[in-house]
């Protein structure tokens, strides 16, 4: 275990409270009105705007359609309560899609996209937060500042593609005034793969994307059996007619003097999302096993596997994956681990 995860469990260890809760923490929440004729979907903390609407994304989010680029997603209707807002549905080309956005807590917001195919359709997905105050503060990884439009892949910085920039931890976040506000993605097991980090401090946006749209390639372990694992890639998510997924993301807002602070606060983020909060070692090992975990693209042995590092390399062993599965307590994945 390297020593900033040791300072992180410590920290998560003096800083827990039951349910690993936010109180005394910065308030964080959605805001949702019409501008030229659409839903626009604002970020409020206090009375202060945190996060903007811009028109290139009012709600958020934007659709990749193959032969397009992203376009913004434009929803008509909302229903549900203040705390659990539901946007849409809407048609963009053969999907239907509807967003919703669940407050767990005072400083978190799940924000749940849900899509649904009308006939087979490859699609790619950004979820955009939009700072209000970028031009005073700082972009970051989890792991480093970013000045420059910069996009991270969870299949780089390994062994595979080490000149590509690669994270381990889906976050995109911008900190200013002793604050954090971010965007935390899913693993990148449940999508495909596909779970990148782009940052881009010019146009002042933040966003996790399930898929950029390249064309097909070929992914290669290069030094580890390398004719046994490899496969072909792409940048698209795909559905089938009638075949629906959901896609999380988590926002959140924290207390952040240091880029230190704001891993710390991702990491809590995450485990409050997922409710893995009863304790800091819950927190962070889930955490880390969330995160580490993969689709099996290349094999057949199963659908997962734990890998010990960014990347697809260092794949791990059954034993493993039964572990990993037993320490989210994934059925679905547990099942699998069998089956190797």
Request: some cysteine; hydrophobic content about 40%; charged content about 20%.
């Amino acid at each position: 275990m390297s020593k900033s995860v040791l300072s992180i469990f410590w920290s998560l260890l003096l800083s827990i409270t039951p349910a690993l809760a936010n109180d005394g923490r910065v308030e964080f929440r959605p805001g949702v009105f019409r501008t030229n004729g659409v839903l626009a979907v604002e970020f409020w903390s206090g009375q202060e705007r945190v996060g903007l609407a811009p028109e290139i994304s009012p709600a958020g989010i934007q659709i990749r359609l193959p032969g397009d680029v992203f376009r913004p997603v434009l929803f008509q209707r909302q229903s549900g309560s203040r705390d659990r807002l539901v946007l849409g549905p809407t048609q963009v080309g053969d999907l239907i899609v509807t967003l919703r956005l669940k407050r767990l807590n005072p400083s978190l917001i799940e924000r749940t996209l849900e899509v649904k195919a009308a006939a087979q359709q490859k699609f790619a997905v950004s979820f955009d937060f939009f700072p209000a105050a970028a031009g005073d503060g700082t972009f970051a990884t989890f792991s480093e500042s970013v000045s420059k439009p910069t996009r991270y892949d969870t299949l780089g910085g390994g062994p595979e593609y080490p000149d590509i920039p690669g994270q381990t931890f889906p976050l995109a976040a911008f900190r200013a005034h002793g604050r954090v506000f971010g965007v935390i993605g899913d693993s990148p097991a449940n999508w495909e793969n596909r779970c990148l980090v782009e940052l881009d401090p010019q146009l002042g946006r933040l966003a996790i994307l399930n898929g950029d749209g390249r064309g097909p390639y070929e992914l290669r372990i290069k030094y580890d059996a390398k004719d046994s694992y490899h496969c072909q890639m792409d940048g698209w998510q795909a559905l089938e007619r009638g075949e629906a997924r959901r896609y999380v993301t988590w926002l959140f807002a924290d207390r952040a003097e240091t880029h230190y602070d704001l891993q710390l606060a991702a990491h809590l983020a995450l485990a409050n999302g997922k409710g893995w909060n009863s304790s800091a070692l819950e927190a962070i090992l889930r955490n880390t096993a969330y995160l580490l975990c993969r689709r099996n693209l290349m094999r057949n042995e199963s659908r997962y596997l734990f890998i010990s590092g960014i990347g697809y390399g260092w794949k791990q062993w059954v034993s493993d994956g039964f572990w990993m599965a037993v320490g989210l307590n994934d059925p679905e994945k547990l099942t699998e681990s069998s089956f190797c």
